[in-house]
């Protein structure tokens, strides 16, 4: 997919004569664990890329048939392309270096934890999405497989070689103080 282009048919599991999607539950439900996915993914601007992940929602709804199932692995495949395409683009267009913003502590519970995102950052980018998607996104191996378009044994060898690597990173760290 370029960056600007088209996304995939909203769903393979279609039902005929089922109604449009609620966007509004779906945007509830889905927005906290796609911005985490996008954040973990080390997306430059995650808030900014989640918009653009519901407008490609909007703009498709009324083509979309499936169940629940179906739109939350849609939502998360339009996830993952646009945080390709965020990489792509940082590498195009590096960001600019602006002087670091004051010290002031930041008591936002949705922040992930930055020792975390550091240890993500050393996994090689096939693990770190199937991380992501898995325990993040709590998406099942099979929608993942779907979103990563990786066969389910595929994501499960990925799941493993990326919690093992998580581990060793994570356990190498010095302890907290």
């Known amino acids: 997919m370029t960056e600007r282009g088209e996304d995939p048919p909203p769903s393979r599991a279609a039902r005929p004569g089922q109604s449009p999607p609620d966007l509004e539950r779906a945007y509830r439900e889905l927005a906290p664990r796609v911005l985490g996915y996008l954040r973990g993914a080390g997306v430059p601007d995650p808030e900014n890329t989640l ?33 390709v395409d965020a990489h792509r683009r940082r590498v195009r267009r590096p960001l600019v270096p602006m002087p670091d913003p004051p010290d002031q502590p930041v008591d936002d519970p949705t922040l992930p934890d930055p020792e975390l995102l550091a240890a993500l950052e050393t996994l090689p980018d096939d693990q770190r999405a199937v991380v992501l998607l898995r325990f993040v996104s709590d998406l099942p191996l099979a929608d993942v497989a779907n979103v990563l378009n990786r066969s389910t044994e595929a994501v499960k060898k990925l799941q493993l070689r990326g919690l093992a690597n998580l581990r060793q990173v994570l356990d190498d760290a010095p302890p907290e103080v």
């Open 51 to 83: 918009g653009e992940v519901f407008v490609s929602v909007v703009r498709g709804a009324d083509d979309f048939t499936g169940d629940e199932a179906a739109l939350r692995r849609w939502v998360f495949f339009i996830a993952h392309n646009r945080m």
